[in-house]
Nanobody, 113 residues
Framework: VELVESGGGLVQPGGSLRLSCAAS????????MNWYRQAPGKERELVAG??????NYAASVKGRFTISGDNAKRTVSLEMNSLQPEDTAVYYC?????????WGQGTQVTVSS
């Protein structure tokens, strides 16, 4: 199973981007779908997650980012608003099932004027 991400790019501070992720094949027993990010020189961090209809967010993005997912369609998206330079990172899609942990290849998000 491959996770294919799209939607990254360059945006000015205050702008918006929408990241999307789709799994190439059916995934049995999805437990959670997440977005992580890794900035240069920093550890990978959990940005947002969705599980059983419940969502959770890192404090730094709460109120600005919105995660949505569809287990049946094997898709997860991240709507990012009011982007700031500190949001610059490679963003990774993650789908956790009862049997496996799947990761996308990452998509670059750069926030700069």
């Amino acid at each position: 199973v491959e996770l294919v991400e799209s939607g990254g790019g360059l945006v000015q501070p205050g702008g918006s981007l929408r990241l999307s992720c789709a799994a190439s094949r059916f995934i049995l027993s999805i437990k959670a779908m997440n977005w992580y990010r890794q900035a240069p020189g920093k550890e990978r961090e959990l940005v947002a997650g969705i599980s059983g209809g419940n969502t959770n967010y890192a404090a730094s993005v709460k109120g600005r980012f919105t995660i949505s997912g569809d287990n049946a369609k094997r898709t997860v998206s991240l709507e990012m608003n009011s982007l700031q330079p500190e949001d610059t990172a490679v963003y990774y899609c993650n789908i956790l099932s009862s049997f496996n942990d799947y990761w996308g290849q990452g998509t670059q998000v750069t926030v700069s004027s």
